[in-house]
């Protein structure tokens, strides 16, 4: 029988080695990681299948199957590529070290989302060696290219082994964070990606006489302030799930839950915890941020054409036609000769539409038993994320899926908030052993 430490040991070791393997999205090039963990399951004797989606792209699954009595569950899908890693210089360790500091493990993709690949992995892997017999399928799902779109990872999985993309629950990134005494983040859904390029027409002239001219940057700037200032229409179930999940007091939850009183309560709670805010503000409304714009050919040229680079993150049931409608209603006047487009596929683009699921189903019950070790009296709050991850294309045909691991209760929100896509990315060898074990627990608990 193989001792809990050594599958924690192994696993820490595993994530060190993943972490130099350097698989950056673009280009990818995942089947380095993937081959690794294939070599690593058959060295343990688990079966797996391990699915080409291009040149050096690849994805793996392998399965414990159930007798059909329970609903099946999914570890994943979990992705192996990573981010670049932007400005090295403010990285206190080499990015692609995997170096283990300060009882953390360093580098890039540690907490996005290498740890839960590992964790999930060697949960599965522990299940299969004990024989555990499920009464509902088990299956693991570990992919490609999540962080440009899962084109060449859950996409394509989706398209090619749809039948073992069919599942009833599935867990992925990445909820779990203490934010309160005894109250974690479980993420039940996600805002949807609707990024536009917004381009003006001008007439070009010579710039030594700008009076009255058409100018395309001069109107590109006045929409960019317009959108920046824009207030879209404000939506409050999100933020009632969060005040009640967390237990706030009945004055916050009625400002929470009343669109007149949420921007009072927006700028209280910015007062007291910025990152806290911000994520109310992100949950309560679309959101629309110029971060881009680029015009003009010359100095002495009044300018002939001009963009501005938007991303827009929509809640669900908020489509294309609305991002559009509120974008022009937005600029004004200038909404009307404005041409607005989303982005090609080229520019590393991937669109996406809001998604959620059910925040009271019945597994929630079977992860409070799953973490009760660390957290014997938990409530889980539901958030939405105002990012995307591969889940929402299991939720567009009828999962459950919920972004879950475990994070120690010392572990504080503001901090892990900056990790992800940051410099000194960075998991603590406690939440990797607190994860690992969450998952098994879990599975037991949910399938037996």
């Not at 009882?103 to 290498?114: N, Y």
């Not at 030594?208 to 590109?220: F, H």
């Amino acid at each position: 029988m193989v001792s809990e430490s050594t599958y924690i040991d192994d696993m820490n070791q595993l994530l060190i080695t993943l972490v130099q393997n350097k698989c950056i999205n673009p280009p990818g090039n995942e089947l380095k990681s993937i081959q690794v963990i294939e070599k690593y399951l058959k060295d343990r004797n688990v079966p797996c299948k391990v699915l080409e989606s291009a040149p050096n792209r690849g994805n793996l699954i392998s399965e414990i199957k159930g007798t059909g009595k329970r609903p099946s569950l999914m570890f994943g899908p979990s992705h192996v590529d990573v981010v670049p890693i932007g400005n090295e210089s403010a990285w206190e360790v080499e990015p692609f070290s995997g170096i283990i500091k300060d009882d953390h493990i360093w580098g890039r993709g540690t907490t996005d989302m290498l740890f839960i690949v590992v964790t999930q992995l060697q949960a599965f892997i522990r299940l299969y060696e004990e024989g555990f017999k499920p009464k509902g399928d088990l299956r693991l799902c570990i992919v490609a290219d999540e962080e440009v779109g899962g084109t060449y990872g859950t996409k394509w999985l989706m398209e090619n082994q749809s039948e073992f993309m069919k599942v009833d629950y599935a867990l992925s990134e990445a909820g779990g964070i203490p934010i309160a005494p005894g109250r974690l983040l479980i993420v039940i859904g996600e805002k949807g990606a609707g990024w536009k390029r917004i381009s003006f027409k001008g007439t070009s002239s010579h710039g030594s006489m700008p009076y009255k001219t058409d100018n395309a940057v001069v109107k590109a700037s006045i929409a960019t302030k317009r959108l920046a200032s824009y207030n879209p229409p404000l939506r409050t179930e999100y933020l009632k799930y969060m005040s009640k999940g967390m237990g706030l007091n009945f004055l916050t939850r009625t400002m929470l839950g009343n669109r007149f009183l949420v921007p009072i309560a927006l700028k209280i709670a910015y007062k007291q915890n910025p990152v806290m805010g911000r994520l109310l503000h992100a949950l309560s409304r679309m959101t629309i941020s110029p971060n881009i714009i680029k015009g003009g050919t010359k100095t002495n040229v009044v300018a002939g054409e001009a963009y501005i680079d938007v991303d827009v993150r929509t809640l669900p049931d908020q489509d294309d036609e609305y991002i559009i409608k509120h974008l022009r209603k937005a600029m004004g006047a200038l909404g009307k000769e404005a041409k607005i487009e989303q982005f090609s596929s080229e520019t590393g683009f991937f669109s996406s539409i809001g998604t959620a699921s059910d925040p009271e189903s019945e597994i929630f019950s079977h992860m409070c038993k799953a973490v009760e070790e660390y957290y014997p009296e938990v409530t889980f709050v539901p958030l939405v994320m105002a990012a995307a991850t591969d889940l929402r294309f299991l939720r567009e045909v009828g999962a459950q899926a919920y972004g879950f691991s475990l994070f120690p209760p010392e572990t504080p929100m503001n901090t892990m908030a900056d990790f992800p896509h940051g410099p000194n990315e960075r998991i603590s060898l406690k939440t990797m052993e607190y994860t690992f074990k969450a998952y098994y627990n879990l599975a037991r608990s949910f399938l037996e």
